[in-house]
């Protein structure tokens, strides 16, 4: 585990120099470009925690293995941290670049209401007591809550939208400088690898609390019969 | 029996219900109204204006309403476990949530018929040659507002807190039909009015994705 960590954490210190002194300068951006590296691998792991998180929702639905609960809150926590991560790059970014903080366009406002909605489903999975039923009922609401992505990124396409459409994979003159995407895979592979380490050691932690639950329950369960023996033996 | 058949009869009792103790409409009605007087503080309302802010301001209103009407829902079936015998009935569980979607799309459609009026008075906008339009565009946001409204009404039950948690789980899930309902209203309140039919659409799309999601997923909604 520890060596698995330092990997990672070397790779994120060389994804960072790499992004801040062997990329090239951009040409109308210049620095600020380059929160880009880490702004665009922050939301591909948001977007690969988030769909896990659905999967591992509607496979607990069908299958009622823990595991699959275990996995889904812990996805959704990486997601809501990647989430914050590419929030708050995107409005420094957005600042230099369009001379505001922060605009109401099609793919911020998602990622707002995501980032919202994603809390709502941890701040309910602190409300409901029971194990059984926290799981059913934020299932549940993280299928509503996936449906709903969508459906946010639509309406506000057809109202406004100001975020520059994809450069990477566009037209002729679009695309890259080969030594930018090579700094950017760099990045992505280290903000995942990162990612996945957070969650493995989430749904570890996630699956040592149920333990501790179902320990606790047995001992209350002996308590109460050690009790019942104690009063019957009573005249 | 039929899941119409068995819907009917939980619109029945949610009716007779709400027809006997009459404090879930008129709390409703009252509280839209503050709403709309209240925002007449906070903006202008000259008649520029009201065009600008009235279609959000009414929409904001309803939204805000139905978080908190919708709530009761189903709170009010844990106090004497009623939930647990409805769910005993030989009846399928969207029988139950259906039936509840039907009785709380009437109780916004009253409120909603009674503040429509009064705001317009309020803010000075005709609607006398919109009513039907109007009521096609209400019609459509409100379904979507009932049916993602007593899905999560029936989470919000099971939870601490669920005054709070309701409006919290609901308002974020209802921004894109927020945002569609609003445009399409804002086209009829505009000096030519016209009925935008790409909002329209979408709202029927909202309509059918939610209504869909909760067929599928209402054995665990209401599951024991």
């Known amino acids: 585990?520890?060596?698995?960590?330092?990997?990672?954490?070397?790779?994120?210190?060389?994804?960072?120099?790499?992004?801040?002194?062997?990329?090239?300068?951009?040409?109308?951006?210049?620095?600020?470009?380059?929160?880009?590296?880490?702004?665009?691998?922050?939301?591909?792991?948001?977007?690969?925690a988030l769909s896990l998180a659905f999967v591992a929702n509607v496979a607990w639905l069908v299958t009622r293995k823990p595991h699959w609960d275990w996995l889904g809150v812990s996805c959704v926590e990486v997601g809501v941290v990647s989430c914050t991560a590419g929030l708050i790059t995107g409005v420094l970014w957005g600042r230099p670049a369009w001379g505001i903080w922060w605009t109401w366009d099609a793919r911020l406002t998602t990622a707002f209401i995501l980032w919202i909605?994603?809390?709502?489903?941890?701040?309910?999975?602190?409300?409901?007591?029971?194990p059984q039923r926290r799981a059913s009922l934020s299932a549940i609401f993280g299928v509503f809550a996936f449906l709903d992505a969508p459906l946010v990124y639509a309406s506000n396409?057809?109202?406004?939208?100001?975020?520059?459409?994809?450069?990477?994979?566009?037209?002729?003159?679009?695309?890259?400088?080969?030594?930018?995407?090579?700094?950017?895979?760099?990045?992505?592979?280290?903000?995942?690898?990162?990612?996945?380490?957070?969650?493995?050691?989430?749904?570890?932690?996630?699956?040592?609390?149920?333990?501790l639950d179902e320990l606790r329950l047995s001992v209350d369960a002996r308590g109460v019969a050690s009790n019942t023996v104690l009063t019957k033996g009573l005249p | 029996m039929t899941t119409a058949r068995a819907a009917a009869i939980v619109l029945t009792k949610e009716l007779r219900m709400e027809f006997r103790a009459r404090e879930l409409l008129s709390t409703t009605v009252v509280f839209a109204l503050v709403i709309v007087v209240l925002f007449s503080f906070a903006f202008d309302?000259?008649?520029?204006?009201?065009?600008?802010?009235?279609?959000?301001?009414?929409?904001?209103?309803?939204?805000?309403?139905?978080?908190?009407?919708?709530?009761?829902?189903?709170?009010?079936?844990?106090?004497?476990?009623?939930?647990?015998?409805l769910r005993m009935a030989p009846v399928s569980p969207f029988a139950i949530l259906l039936g509840k979607m039907l009785a709380n799309f009437i109780f916004m459609a009253v409120s909603e018929a009674i503040l429509v009026p009064v705001f317009a008075v309020l803010y000075n906008i005709s609607i006398g040659g919109i009513v039907g339009r109007l009521a096609l565009v209400l019609a459509l946001g409100t379904v979507g507002l009932v049916v993602a409204g007593t899905v999560f009404s029936a989470i919000a039950a099971h939870a601490r807190m669920r005054e709070l948690l309701l409006p919290l789980l609901l308002l974020p899930i209802l921004a894109p039909l927020l945002i569609a309902a609003v445009e399409a209203t804002a086209s009829l309140f505009a000096e030519q009015p016209a009925l935008d039919r790409a909002w329209l659409a979408f709202l029927a799309g909202f309509d059918i994705v939610f209504l869909t999601a909760s067929w599928l997923l209402c054995d665990f909604l209401l599951e024991e």
């Open chain 2, 45 to 85: 309302p000259t008649a520029g204006e009201s065009r600008r802010y009235g279609p959000g301001l009414l929409w904001i209103a309803f939204l805000f309403a139905g978080s908190l009407m919708l709530n009761p829902s189903f709170a009010r079936e844990q106090a004497n476990q009623t939930l647990d015998a």
């Open chain 1, 117 to 130: 909605l994603y809390i709502c489903y941890l701040l309910l999975r602190g409300l409901i007591e029971e």
């Open chain 1, 1 to 48: 585990m520890k060596g698995r960590s330092a990997a990672v954490a070397a790779l994120i210190f060389f994804a960072g120099y790499a992004a801040l002194f062997i990329a090239p300068d951009e040409s109308t951006m210049h620095e600020i470009q380059r929160v880009f590296y880490f702004h665009l691998a922050s939301w591909m792991a948001m977007f690969t």
């Open chain 1, 157 to 211: 396409r057809l109202w406004r939208t100001q975020h520059p459409a994809p450069v990477i994979f566009g037209g002729e003159n679009s695309g890259l400088d080969p030594t930018m995407g090579k700094v950017l895979v760099v990045c992505i592979v280290a903000v995942m690898a990162m990612m996945v380490l957070v969650l493995i050691d989430r749904y570890r932690l996630e699956r040592m609390r149920h333990d």
